[in-house]
C-alpha cells in the first residue's frame, strides 16, 4: 500500500481572493427603472443594498385587508382576492416586447395552487416583499415562479412555503439572476434550472446569491445543462436529496453549499456532480470551483458521479453522514480540499469506479483530518493522489 505517483494538478490559484471577488460579484446591483417613464434609475446602482420593494419599478401588485389590486402608474389593472392573478396582471402590464428591464414589486403574502404558477416573459424583475404558501396538488412543472425561453429575469427576493411542485423553475434561459430566497417546503423541488427545451442549447449566464431551503422532497437547488453559473450560499436543511446538485453544467463558481440532513437515507449528498458535470468537449480542465462544503448527517457530503470532474473543492467540513462522506466515482480531475479539511465518520472517504463508465483518473484527495473514519480506493484508479491527510483512528486502503 502507498500513495500513487500522480501528474501535478495546479491549484486553484486565485484562492480566497478568487471568492473574495465572488462575493464582491455577487452584491453587484440589480437593474431597476423608472415607474413612470421605465429608464433605469439613478438609484438602481445601489438596488441590491436596499430592502425588498425600495426603489423604483413600474408595476406593483400589493394587498390591503383581503383585496389584491396591481397598478401599473395609474392604471389599476386587477383587483381580487387572488395572490396570483394579482400578480401576472401586474407582470402582464408591462410593456409588451421591451428588450430592457422593467420591474415588478409584490407586497403581501398570499397562496396560490401547486397546480399554477407566475410566468416571467424575458427582460422582467420580480421582486415579492410577503410569503407565498403553496397549497393543494399538481404535475408537471408548475412552480411558483416559471420561466421558459426567456433572457435577463430577475428574482430579487422570494419567500415561500408549503409544497409546490418547484419552488423556481428556469428552462432554457439567458442571463438569469436569483438573489435571496427562501424556501421552507413540506415538499417539491427548491430551485431548478435546466435546458431541457432544447438541450443544443444551454441555459446561460446564472446567478444565485443566496438561498435558504429546507424540507423538499427532492434536491434544494438543481442545474442541469447550464454553462455559466456564480452560486454565493445554499443553505439546505432536511432536503429530500441533494443540497446542491450540478448536472452537465460547466464553467461553475460556487462559494459555500452549507447542508444538514440532505438526503438522508439515500445516497445523495449535500453537494453532488452527476451526468458529465463539469466535462467541456472530451476532456475535463478545471471548471467547476467550490469555495466550501460543510455538511452534517443526511445521506453524503461530496459526490461525484457518472464522468463528472474538473473540480476543485477548497475546503471541506464533513460529519456524520450516513453514507460516504466523500464518494468519488467515475470522475475525472477532481481535488478535493485543496486548501484544508475534515471528515469524521462514520461516512468514509472512497474513491470508486462501475464498469461501464471510464475508470475514475486524475484525483487528489489532500489536506484532511480524517477522524474515525477511513479513506478507501477500490478499485484502483488511475493517476490518484492522497497526501498531506491526518488520520486519527483511521485506516487507509490505498493502491
Known sequence: MGTSKARPIARLGTGLAALALTATALSAPAEARSASTGELSASAARHSALACGDGAYNAEAVLSGSTWTARNGSRTVYTGTSMLSAMQAAVSSLTAGR????????????????????????????????????????????????????????????????????GIFVRNGVNITLGQIDMRLSSGLGIRIDNHGDRTVRTRNVRIDNVYVSGTSTHGVE????????????????????GLLLNDTINATVNTVDAQGAGTGTGYAAFRMANRNGRIGSSYPTNIRVGQVIARGGGRGVFCVSESGGAVIDRVDIAQTGSNAILIENCYNVNIAAQSGSVTG??????????????????IIQNLRVTNSAIRESPCG?????????????TQSIC
Request: hydrophobic share 30%.
Open 346 to 363: 462514520p461516512g468514509d472517504i472512497r474513491i470508486a469506479a462501475r464498469s461501464e463508465f471510464p475508470n475514475t483518473s486524475d484525483i
Open 223 to 242: 442545474t442541469y445543462g447550464v454553462d455559466g453559473l456564480t452560486v454565493g450560499t445554499v443553505v439546505a436543511r432536511n432536503t429530500g436529496h441533494s
Open 99 to 166: 428588450t430592457s428591464k422593467q420591474r415588478v414589486v409584490v407586497r403581501g403574502s398570499g397562496t396560490m395552487s401547486a397546480g399554477s404558477r407566475l410566468s416571467l416573459p424575458s427582460y422582467t424583475v420580480l421582486d415579492v416583499c410577503g410569503t407565498v404558501n403553496v397549497t393543494g396538488s399538481g404535475s408537471g412543472d408548475q412552480a411558483v415562479v416559471y420561466a421558459r425561453g426567456v433572457r435577463d429575469v430577475e428574482v430579487q427576493h422570494l419567500t415561500v412555503t408549503g409544497g409546490p411542485l418547484y
Open 382 to 394: 488511475v493517476n490518484t493522489t492522497f497526501r498531506n491527510n491526518t488520520l486519527v483512528n483511521s
